[in-house]
């Protein structure tokens, strides 16, 4: 339980860390590097390495369960040869992720810092456990966040955004009548919160900086825009 108003529930990638280009061309790099090992996977010789643009448009969804799927359809996830395709793909991935440089973006820490006087503040990320908790440690902001929830947490039972499950789980530790905020920069942050079980209490706030969120409650550039003189009027302004 909280006696602070507000409880923010924050996407990670590319709402608070500016990752995405490194996301993508780790992508790249690892399903590149994978389709080059015919010695071991000599059945995808003819399978294409998928674009930058492709890739985007499933910027934000699990690799290992979404994205490597909807990018190479050839891929049988009955396969156990192709599970191990898979397997080795993400772990390239993750190896290139790891080289790459991210940042928040600017302003970010400031605004966590002076929400945090009126708002518990948390993380719903499909982002793995291992790699958000890294960055998490680079960043220095383990100090900023009450509860965490990551795509990969076995409590979550693959059910991650936009099924609601990781706002449930985070909403369960508050009142009933609790004020919550789910700040995403994609529409499956919106639909998670608006099917969470704390849906009538719940807001939303859209970062679009790479697509239009129009069902958030209200949209910006930066989440560094977002104040409390903000988040109070979400409260007091008819829904949309």
């Not at 690892?30 to 389709?35: C, F």
């Not at 958000?132 to 979550?156: P, Q, S, Y």
């Amino acid at each position: 339980m909280t006696e602070k108003p507000y409880v923010i529930i924050f996407d990670w990638d590319d709402t608070l860390l500016d990752a995405g280009m490194a996301l993508v061309q780790s992508k790249i790099n690892a399903i590149k590097e994978t389709l080059e090992d015919q010695t071991t996977y000599p059945f995808c010789k003819e399978w294409r390495c998928p674009t930058m643009r492709e890739l985007r448009k499933h910027a934000g969804h699990r690799f290992k369960e979404k994205v490597i799927h909807a990018v190479m359809p050839q891929l049988d996830a009955d396969n156990t040869d192709h599970q191990a395709w898979i397997n080795d793909a993400f772990d390239r991935f993750k190896k290139y992720y790891r080289q790459t440089e991210k940042h928040l973006f600017p302003g970010v820490t400031a605004m966590l810092n002076q929400l945090q006087k009126n708002c518990d503040l948390c993380i719903a990320t499909n982002k793995s456990r291992d790699l958000f908790t890294e960055e998490l440690h680079e960043t220095r902001l383990e100090a900023f966040f009450t509860h965490i929830v990551c795509g990969d947490d076995l409590t979550l039972e693959g059910k991650f955004k936009p099924h609601p499950r990781m706002l449930n789980m985070i909403q369960s530790y508050y009142p009933n009548d609790t004020r919550f905020v789910m700040v995403g920069d994609r529409d499956f942050d919106i639909i998670a919160a608006r099917s969470s079980n704390q849906a009538r209490h719940t807001k939303t706030i859209g970062i679009s900086q790479t697509q239009e969120l129009d069902d958030a409650n209200c949209q910006l550039k930066s989440s560094a825009e977002i104040s409390m003189a903000l988040i109070e009027k979400l409260f007091v302004e008819k829904a949309h």
